[in-house]
């Protein structure tokens, strides 16, 4: 019997056990929508106001400019309100966003609930 036909075989088991544990490794992302760069991230489980740290600083300028995305570490599945910070002081919120494992989520400027200007 030959065994080119049982070793592909058992190569494409392998493959197939083994692609859906890649799929599992990829971060959760966060793509920049909005009109601006983006200088602070931090999320919190939705309705609550435990923000976590910033995600930015995952980034190696500390910034995530319009059009970027940004692997988000530390955080399960599940829903989160989103506080966003941009260079001057201002802050942005966004609430309840479905954040899934593995995938890339967005925030565009519409998606704003509540934002704040600094005090001058």
Request: charged share 25%; net charge neutral.
């Amino acid at each position: 019997m030959p065994r080119a036909p049982i070793v592909a075989a058992l190569g494409l088991l392998a493959i197939g056990a083994w692609c859906p544990a890649l799929a599992a490794e990829k971060p959760i992302r966060f793509w920049n929508l909005t009109s601006a760069t983006v200088t602070e991230l931090r999320l919190a489980p939705a309705g609550s106001q435990n923000f976590g740290a910033d995600q930015c600083k995952n980034d190696k300028d500390g910034s995530v400019d319009h059009d970027e995305r940004l692997a988000i570490t530390g955080l399960t599945p599940g829903r989160y309100d989103v506080k966003v910070g941009y260079k001057g002081g201002k802050t942005c919120r966004v609430a309840n966003v479905s954040i899934e494992s593995g995938k890339v989520f967005s925030i565009e400027d519409k998606d704003f609930t509540d934002c704040t200007l600094p005090f001058r």
